[in-house]
């Protein structure tokens, strides 16, 4: 069962609003050192949870991965995820009502700030090592900016500085979808499970790339329908929704898209020049939704940085699937 740290005063958002107070939901491996310094912190993408064991298989691996009999791991479920923290689920102290679409919007700022509090609560001196892909990889560089002594080691797989055009217009269909759905509105169980399904299946297509598709769902001659593509898409969005909240979902997304370090920082280049931890920025060959470009930005502008390229038939969601391949990149950046 997860943890929970609960900030009990109102938490201040980026845009001025606050919460009334906060709560995370947070996994833990392993042993925390007297000195709060043996400590590995992973920050989870868009849907995921506070149990990297489960969506990164393989990840804890003491030959060539990561040993949890060395290290203190932690996984934080963010503000606004319905996986024990905060969201639009959760019950207002003061209305006791649910927030629904009443819940504040938050940026991926005040995510990493949330993450910072927790972090302090726990004692913690030095994140020896913090890894994001993703959405997690924006929480990871957002915090390294914001406390570049504390973060020695930096891990960012398939992220940005700055969400792009691309990637906000392909949220903002999921949104549109979404929204469709009569009910997504309503505050009960399921509200907008229809329009989650196909947010989902939008997304999918974003995640990987054609050579993927041609690969895995391949019809068999003379097929006039009922495509693998069309059922995979189906069921895919179904899963999704029988484990996920679509207001989280819309609110999570609305994060992703505000994201830019070089907000109120002059430059996104003059942002990146602030974090101090050594950095691997591992980018995907065939990545459409953060294309490589992007992890050479931030490369080239992070000064202790090194940049791997993986090639991968599943494109974006290579960063969760190519588990092998960048356990060998951590070995040979870090000796982990």
Partial sequence: MPKLFKYQNPF????GQSLPELELAYNTLGQLNTEGSNVIWICHALTANAHPEEWWPGIFDKKNGIDIDKYFVICVNI???????TNPQSIHPETKE????????????????????????LGITKIQYLLGGSMGGMQAM???????EKIENLVLLATSAKHSSWGIALNETQRMAIEADSTFSENKKGAGKKGLEAARAIALVSYRNYRTYQTTQIDQENTTDQFRASSY???QGEKLSRRFDAKAYWYLSKAMDSHDVGRKRRSREKALAQIKAKT??????????????????LARHISDSALEIIDSTYGHDGFLIEVETIKLLLQKHFKL
């Fill in 79 to 85: 503000i606004g995820s319905c996986y024990g923290s």
């Fill in 142 to 148: 957002e915090w390294a900016i914001q406390e570049p």
């Fill in 280 to 297: 691997l920025v591992i980018g995907i060959q065939s990545d459409l939704l953060f294309p490589i470009e992007e992890q050479k930005f």
């Fill in 233 to 235: 898409q189906k069921y």
């Fill in 12 to 15: 201040e958002l980026e845009n």
């Fill in 98 to 121: 649910i927030f629904g679409l009443n819940f504040p919007k938050f940026s991926i700022r005040d995510i990493s700030k949330s993450l910072a509090l927790l972090s302090d609560h």
